[in-house]
């Protein structure tokens, strides 16, 4: 079954980055806000994947010098879920 997490980003442009994750593959990824173009590929490359490879992939992103990106924020979400 799956299960919606919300996450609420810190120090990026988007707002909320919604997903579900099933069997450890992530669903249903959606960012408010931010880069739409960019984080619409994002979940469509991540669709179905498994959410550790994500977060091996995406951990440690920068985005202008901020010390995060909202790539690093889905990692850190991801983690935070068991991923």
Do not use: W
Request: glycine residues 16%.
């Amino acid at each position: 079954m799956r299960e919606e997490h919300v996450f609420m980003p810190k120090g990026v442009c988007a707002k909320q980055i919604t997903f579900e994750i099933e069997d450890g593959k992530i669903y249903n990824l959606r960012f408010l806000g931010g880069c739409n173009g960019n984080l619409k590929a994002i979940g469509k490359l991540l669709e179905g994947q498994d959410a550790k490879h994500a977060i091996e992939v995406l951990r440690g992103n920068d985005c202008g010098g901020r010390g995060t990106s909202c790539a690093d924020q889905l990692a850190i979400a991801l983690e935070g879920v068991g991923g």
